[in-house]
T-cell receptor, first 118, second 114 residues
Framework: AQKVTQAQTEISVVEKEDVTLDCVYE???????LFWYKQPPSGELVFLIR??????QNEISGRYSWNFQKSTSSFNFTITASQVVDSAVYFC???????????????FGTGTRLTIIP | NAGVTQTPKFRVLKTGQSMTLLCAQD?????MYWYRQDPGMGLRLIHY???????AKGEVPDGYNVSRLKKQNFLLGLESAAPSQTSVYFC?????????????FGSGTRLTVV
């Protein structure tokens, strides 16, 4: 079965520092998608990025960047110049088939709680 | 605003009581999902539906029932609540069955069973 590991349970950094959240995954599929979600203190899940397994290019969106490396089965997330509003729990997730008809579900990691200290 | 709406947002139940959580989406999505979030365990799939009138078991279905009588609504029922069902419940929907279509999550329902 698929598995997503977020080994960092909690991270605290001082505002304006850079921080990287690690995500390592296991899958037997050759085609899959990886996701990052943010869960702020208010509790909702905010979609950040979706990346398919054929696209290994790194992506940058403002202060956020993602490093996808199939060779190490990792999909790490970096926040540059962190801000207090970045404080949240961040989840990495992997798509996993649940039927033979193309239906898939998300397998989530256990999350990393990021605290930005002012 | 279009999206996924979960009702209620908070609920406290006594052991043995029953209740139904409602998930409503107005995006004409075919696929709907119920996940539960527990500390240190991420989100796990309870049940899902691939269209009106269909339901299927996910990873942790025991103690729950679901119904999808209308395309826009996906109901999660607890017939006899247990403390182990204390959790945050998230509903999600997607246009297609694969992740390329993307998922939209509701804001969650925090359920406490005492």
């Amino acid at each position: 079965a698929q598995k997503v590991t977020q080994a960092q349970t909690e991270i605290s950094v001082v505002e304006k520092e850079d921080v990287t959240l690690d995500c390592v995954y296991e899958t037997r599929d050759t085609t899959y998608y990886l996701f990052w979600y943010k869960q702020p203190p208010s509790g909702e899940l905010v979609f950040l990025i979706r990346r398919n397994s054929f696209d290994e290019q790194n992506e940058i969106s403002g202060r956020y960047s993602w490093n996808f490396q199939k060779s190490t089965s990792s999909f790490n997330f970096t926040i540059t110049a962190s801000q207090v509003v970045d404080s949240a729990v961040y989840f990495c997730a992997l798509s996993e088939p649940i039927t033979n008809f193309g239906n898939e579900k998300l397998t989530f990691g256990t999350g990393t709680r990021l605290t930005i200290i002012p | 605003n279009a999206g996924v709406t979960q009702t209620p947002k908070f609920r406290v139940l006594k052991t043995g009581q029953s209740m139904t959580l409602l998930c409503a989406q107005d995006m004409n999505h075919e696929y709907m999902y119920w996940y539960r979030q527990d500390p240190g365990m991420g989100l796990r799939l309870i049940h899902y539906s691939v269209g009106e009138g269909t339901t299927a078991k996910g990873e942790v279905p025991d103690g729950y029932n679901v119904s999808r009588l209308k395309k826009q609504n996906f109901l999660l029922g607890l017939e006899s609540a247990a403390p182990s069902q204390t959790s945050v419940y998230f509903c999600a929907s997607s246009y297609g069955g694969g992740p390329s279509y993307g998922y939209t999550f509701g804001s969650g329902t925090r359920l406490t069973v005492v």
